[in-house]
């Protein structure tokens, strides 16, 4: 059974630009939910999505925004790059619905802002 | 508001000597889960357990145990006779139940960096 499957694993992106990182989680999952992984702020909450909704989201300005399609394949979009946006985004998936269920992480994307 | 405490930022032990991974977290809900992930330097988060706050049994996975005390809001991870392949950087994380709809977001300690010796 394949698991969370990120893309790319690595980029290098410029100041100002935007970039989109993609997930596909594992098969008949329906969640999805982002992650950024800095030394500083350590794991913190993006977003997550459910059967193509938005169920929760964390403390992050506008640049940063997500949506899900109906395969449940899951995309995140960080416009007007800043240097402090480097950091790695982990995607996790898990089956949804109730609280409580084990949640998959993919090995991630390493964004880098020069 | 939530939040997991991992007090001990770096461990380094000698092969084959057993360490334990403190974790203790703060919860207003009556339901809520409790997890253990390990990190490679490769990045990714592997999932090593999940337990419900109304499951206070200890766990043992071959050399990997867990002990949940909810007096203590603690969680804390043994690795008995600790090999290098468990050097990697060790997460507790903690979800709530907000309601039946469901809630996926994760609420992370900072991590312990475990450093086996050969």
Known sequence: KAGVTQT????IKTRGQQVTLSCSPISG???VSWYQQTPGQGLQFL???FSETQRNKG???GRFSGRQFSNSRSEMNVSTLELGDSALYLCASSSGGRSGNTIYFGEGSWLTVV | AQKVTQ????ISVVEKEDVTLDCV???????YYLFWYKQPPSGELVFLIRRNS?????EISGRYSWNFQKSTSSFNFTITASQVVDSAVYFCALSEEIS?????KLTFGTGTRLTIIP
């Open chain 1, 8 to 11: 790319p694993r690595y980029l």
């Open chain 1, 29 to 31: 999952h329906r969640s």
């Open chain 1, 47 to 49: 977003f997550e999505y």
């Open chain 1, 59 to 61: 403390n992050f300005p």
């Open chain 2, 7 to 10: 007090a001990q930022t770096e």
């Open chain 2, 25 to 31: 977290y703060e919860t207003r809900d009556t339901t």
């Open chain 2, 54 to 58: 109304f499951d206070e049994q200890n």
């Open chain 2, 100 to 104: 039946n709809f469901g809630n996926e």
